[in-house]
């Protein structure tokens, strides 16, 4: 991949003679097609590959990042209109098509859509502003510094004005500047208000298009028949009184890959779902489960306790962690437990596919629509350019859209059958047959000396990795240590990681192992501090030099009134993770009701650098305390190799008067923006279990919570 610098993404980035080119030589034959192709399909005429200007004045920002609820859709044109000096409230915003040559990645995961775009998107904005500004100047023979961009004009200092669509014509023709101004953040307008987003009234009034809505003629519908049991595979299967049901047409078997790992199947196609759902009740399959039922998830939880007294292997390492522990005195020590969690998307796994002898087409809501379009090409011989990529707003993403297996098993039955196939999950699917977030256990050690101060912890995480699942080379990955903080200044800490092989497929799951270590981690921080006799905010606080923990927790403590007396009936308890760079604090507080204890207000600190939409952002962190308080509540077991809880009658979610107050505080700064979407879910847990201990004196080391052990 060839190394562009600033002034060459510039140079490179006008559509008019010059475009972004990512791993592509300008001037090549491939470049020459994108230009080709980009210049039928223009939205008014196009300054780069973002923007696009109509001489009627309209203004197209081009959205390359999936949407599935985080905000890329309006946000991403925000940073675009905040440079190019445009009003947000009218402009036009339209998905990008799927390029990689365009846009580079297109995968959203991780919270870093706007993390790692910011300054490329601010370029964009700027260029093409100082374009039009140099449209206007050579109009009326001017400098350029006499020149100002307006709100879609450009005005001199005679008070002439110039519209952007008066301008765009000749502004296309020119040769990006090389260095554009950026503006400071204290002159933003656009960036860091609470601006209402344009996809909500599309969600609301059934405009907006899932991939479940769509079809394509000649369309057959597919649902696919699995063993309960994972990793099982066909032995034989009896179709007669399928294909007896009106509407089927065929009978396949078909294979999906998760990570190494070939997941069979047998699929009913039909001309309507129902024909399809109806002839896979009827269907009959004979499963080898190669003896896997005997698994259950208390083998699982006994095979973990035997393999943590392993050393493993060190994934971080400070000071002499091992050598304190043997200097004598005492060692305080705790395992916590997490289950499986299912993703469950409001908008259940589908996917459309066309396999035909000139190229492969792709309708559907995916996270990375790139993957798929080079995932058809490499199994079926295509070049990319004849896979045609059609993504929609996603119901929903959570890490499983991530994947292209339901894309695998759509693909395949299309090339079967000779016609477009959609496949369609049902809930049980999903809560079945995964992959999951996976379940852990952690082993957490700790030391004190006289004052009370840790002077070593040892973390060891006990989980399977998603990246290394068949298991091939046993050795755990720094992933394995998401979510812990080694930013504690403890002068012995060691973070070790013992990878578990296990048939169960996982996946990433939001915020991946930050949603399952903090709860190990954070709680026996509590735990020390509560043996050190201290009260938890100050000996965080005591053990910190990171100024952005330092910040969201002095102000977390303020707002909470942390130092109060404490009030009678109320239990409190705090966490603090970093996610994706952002930095995050929570205070949970409890009361009991009845035989249980509930949450009544959960508030949060969050520092994420300059934030894009506030309101966006709440929404964004209300939405990840939702999902990890769901989590507390509820989990998937396992019993005779197969997940027990099928449907929301057995794994529910989180209800209207479950939900607590939840406010949320977004500090102010002009740091470079950092991940939102993933922050607020794994400080929930440990806060919780933390605001139960001060209230009832009750420790939790184990989710979903008992609570009938508490009471």
């Given at each position: 991949?060839?190394?562009?610098?600033?002034?060459?993404?510039?140079?490179?980035?006008?559509?008019?003679?010059?475009?972004?080119?990512?791993?592509?030589?300008?001037?090549?034959?491939?470049?020459?097609?994108?230009?080709?192709?980009?210049?039928?399909?223009?939205?008014?005429?196009?300054?780069?590959?973002?923007?696009?200007?109509?001489?009627?004045?309209?203004?197209?920002?081009?959205?390359?990042?999936?949407?599935?609820?985080?905000?890329?859709?309006?946000?991403?044109?925000?940073?675009?209109?905040?440079?190019?000096?445009?009003?947000?409230?009218?402009?036009?915003?339209?998905?990008?098509?799927?390029?990689?040559?365009?846009?580079?990645?297109?995968?959203?995961?991780?919270?870093?859509?706007?993390?790692?775009?910011?300054?490329?998107?601010?370029?964009?904005?700027?260029?093409?502003?100082?374009?039009?500004?140099?449209?206007?100047?050579?109009?009326?023979?001017?400098n350029i510094d006499d020149c100002q961009a307006i709100n879609g004009t450009i005005v001199n200092s005679k008070n002439q004005v110039l519209t952007y669509g008066e301008l765009v014509e000749e502004a296309a023709k020119l040769t990006p500047p090389e260095n554009p101004n950026l503006k400071n953040p204290n002159e933003f307008?656009?960036?860091?208000?609470?601006?209402?987003?344009?996809?909500?009234?599309?969600?609301?009034?059934?405009?907006?298009?899932?991939?479940?809505?769509?079809?394509?003629?000649?369309?057959?519908?597919?649902?696919?028949?699995?063993?309960?049991?994972?990793?099982?595979?066909?032995?034989?299967?009896?179709?007669?009184?399928?294909?007896?049901?009106?509407?089927?047409?065929?009978?396949?078997?078909?294979?999906?890959?998760?990570?190494?790992?070939?997941?069979?199947?047998?699929?009913?196609?039909?001309?309507?779902?129902?024909?399809?759902?109806?002839?896979?009740?009827?269907?009959?399959?004979?499963?080898?489960?190669?003896?896997?039922?005997?698994?259950?998830?208390?083998?699982?939880?006994?095979?973990?306790?035997?393999?943590?007294?392993?050393?493993?292997?060190?994934?971080?390492?400070?000071?002499?962690?091992?050598?304190?522990?043997?200097?004598?005195?005492?060692?305080?020590?705790?395992?916590?437990?997490?289950?499986?969690?299912?993703?469950?998307?409001?908008?259940?796994?589908?996917?459309?596919?066309?396999?035909?002898?000139?190229?492969?087409?792709?309708?559907?809501?995916?996270?990375?629509?790139?993957?798929?379009?080079?995932?058809?090409?490499?199994?079926?011989?295509?070049?990319?350019?004849?896979?045609?990529?059609?993504?929609?707003?996603?119901?929903?993403?959570?890490?499983?859209?991530?994947?292209?297996?339901?894309?695998?098993?759509?693909?395949?039955?299309?090339?079967?059958?000779?016609?477009?196939?959609?496949?369609?999950?049902?809930?049980?699917?999903?809560?079945?047959?995964?992959?999951?977030?996976?379940?852990?256990?952690?082993?957490?050690?700790?030391?004190?000396?006289?004052?009370?101060?840790?002077?070593?912890?040892?973390?060891?995480?006990?989980?399977?990795?998603?990246?290394?699942?068949?298991?091939?080379?046993?050795?755990?990955?720094?992933?394995?240590?998401?979510?812990?903080?080694?930013?504690?200044?403890?002068?012995?800490?060691?973070?070790?990681?013992?990878?578990?092989?296990?048939?169960?497929?996982?996946?990433?799951?939001?915020?991946?192992?930050?949603?399952?270590?903090?709860?190990?981690?954070?709680?026996?921080?509590?735990?020390?501090?509560?043996?050190?006799?201290?009260?938890?905010?100050?000996?965080?606080?005591?053990?910190?030099?990171?100024?952005?923990?330092?910040?969201?927790?002095?102000?977390?403590?303020?707002?909470?009134?942390?130092?109060?007396?404490?009030?009678?009936?109320?239990?409190?308890?705090?966490?603090?993770?970093?996610?994706?760079?952002?930095?995050?604090?929570?205070?949970?507080?409890?009361?009991?009701?009845?035989?249980?204890?509930?949450?009544?207000?959960?508030?949060?600190?969050?520092?994420?650098?300059?934030?894009?939409?506030?309101?966006?952002?709440?929404?964004?962190?209300?939405?990840?305390?939702?999902?990890?308080?769901?989590?507390?509540?509820?989990?998937?077991?396992?019993?005779?190799?197969?997940?027990?809880?099928?449907?929301?009658?057995?794994?529910p979610m989180l209800k209207f008067d479950q939900t607590p107050e939840i406010e949320t505080i977004i500090l102010k700064s002009d740091a470079p923006p950092n991940g939102a979407g993933e922050s607020g879910l794994p400080t929930v847990a440990p806060a919780f279990a933390n605001a139960i201990f001060d209230l009832t004196g009750?420790?939790?080391?184990?989710?979903?919570?008992?609570?009938?052990?508490?009471?």
């Amino acid at each position: 991949m060839e190394n562009i610098s600033r002034r060459k993404f510039i140079q490179i980035s006008s559509v008019s003679g010059a475009f972004l080119i990512i791993g592509c030589v300008p001037g090549s034959e491939n470049s020459k097609k994108i230009i080709a192709k980009l210049a039928t399909e223009q939205t008014g005429i196009n300054l780069n590959q973002f923007i696009a200007i109509g001489k009627d004045n309209s203004i197209t920002l081009f959205n390359h990042r999936p949407e599935m609820g985080q905000g890329t859709y309006q946000s991403i044109p925000m940073i675009l209109a905040e440079e190019l000096e445009v009003d947000i409230d009218k402009i036009n915003i339209k998905q990008s098509e799927a390029n990689n040559n365009l846009y580079g990645s297109q995968m959203v995961v991780g919270s870093r859509s706007i993390q790692t775009e910011f300054e490329k998107l601010r370029m964009m904005g700027a260029a093409a502003r100082e374009m039009l500004k140099q449209a206007a100047a050579n109009t009326w023979n001017i400098n350029i510094d006499d020149c100002q961009a307006i709100n879609g004009t450009i005005v001199n200092s005679k008070n002439q004005v110039l519209t952007y669509g008066e301008l765009v014509e000749e502004a296309a023709k020119l040769t990006p500047p090389e260095n554009p101004n950026l503006k400071n953040p204290n002159e933003f307008k656009i960036l860091g208000t609470a601006i209402p987003r344009k996809d909500i009234p599309l969600k609301t009034n059934g405009e907006a298009k899932f991939g479940i809505d769509l079809s394509t003629p000649n369309m057959l519908y597919a649902s696919v028949e699995r063993s309960p049991v994972f990793l099982g595979s066909i032995k034989s299967y009896d179709d007669e009184e399928t294909l007896k049901i009106p509407g089927v047409k065929f009978v396949f078997k078909t294979s999906r890959e998760v990570f190494g790992q070939k997941r069979e199947g047998v699929a009913v196609l039909a001309t309507n779902y129902w024909s399809a759902i109806q002839g896979r009740n009827v269907l009959k399959v004979e499963w080898d489960n190669k003896g896997l039922e005997k698994i259950s998830g208390e083998t699982i939880l006994a095979d973990s306790y035997k393999k943590a007294k392993s050393d493993g292997d060190e994934l971080f390492g400070r000071g002499e962690t091992k050598k304190a522990f043997n200097n004598g005195g005492k060692i305080i020590e705790a395992s916590y437990e997490t289950p499986y969690q299912a993703h469950v998307p409001m908008e259940p796994m589908n996917a459309m596919v066309s396999i035909n002898a000139d190229g492969a087409e792709f309708w559907g809501s995916t996270q990375n629509p790139n993957g798929i379009k080079a995932f058809l090409a490499k199994k079926y011989e295509f070049q990319e350019e004849a896979v045609k990529i059609n993504y929609t707003f996603m119901g929903g993403g959570f890490g499983r859209r991530s994947m292209i297996d339901v894309v695998e098993e759509a693909a395949d039955l299309s090339a079967q059958s000779k016609t477009p196939v959609k496949v369609i999950w049902t809930r049980e699917d999903d809560q079945t047959q995964g992959p999951f977030r996976a379940c852990s256990l952690n082993i957490c050690k700790g030391k004190l000396d006289d004052q009370g101060k840790i002077v070593a912890l040892e973390h060891k995480v006990i989980a399977q990795e998603i990246q290394n699942q068949t298991g091939d080379k046993m050795t755990a990955g720094g992933q394995l240590m998401g979510g812990i903080t080694t930013d504690y200044t403890i002068p012995n800490l060691s973070v070790k990681g013992v990878l578990a092989k296990r048939h169960v497929p996982i996946s990433y799951w939001r915020a991946v192992y930050h949603s399952t270590n903090p709860f190990a981690h954070e709680c026996f921080i509590d735990e020390l501090a509560h043996h050190a006799g201290k009260d938890p905010l100050t000996f965080r606080l005591d053990m910190l030099e990171n100024p952005r923990y330092l910040r969201v927790l002095n102000e977390i403590g303020k707002i909470t009134n942390w130092f109060d007396p404490k009030r009678k009936g109320i239990g409190r308890g705090l966490a603090m993770v970093e996610r994706s760079g952002a930095h995050f604090a929570m205070v949970v507080e409890v009361v009991q009701k009845g035989n249980t204890v509930i949450p009544t207000k959960i508030t949060t600190v969050l520092d994420l650098g300059i934030c894009i939409n506030p309101d966006t952002v709440k929404a964004q962190t209300e939405g990840s305390i939702i999902m990890g308080l769901g989590a507390v509540y509820t989990g998937l077991t396992l019993k005779n190799g197969a997940m027990v809880e099928q449907n929301f009658d057995t794994y529910p979610m989180l209800k209207f008067d479950q939900t607590p107050e939840i406010e949320t505080i977004i500090l102010k700064s002009d740091a470079p923006p950092n991940g939102a979407g993933e922050s607020g879910l794994p400080t929930v847990a440990p806060a919780f279990a933390n605001a139960i201990f001060d209230l009832t004196g009750k420790r939790i080391r184990k989710l979903p919570i008992d609570m009938s052990s508490i009471i």
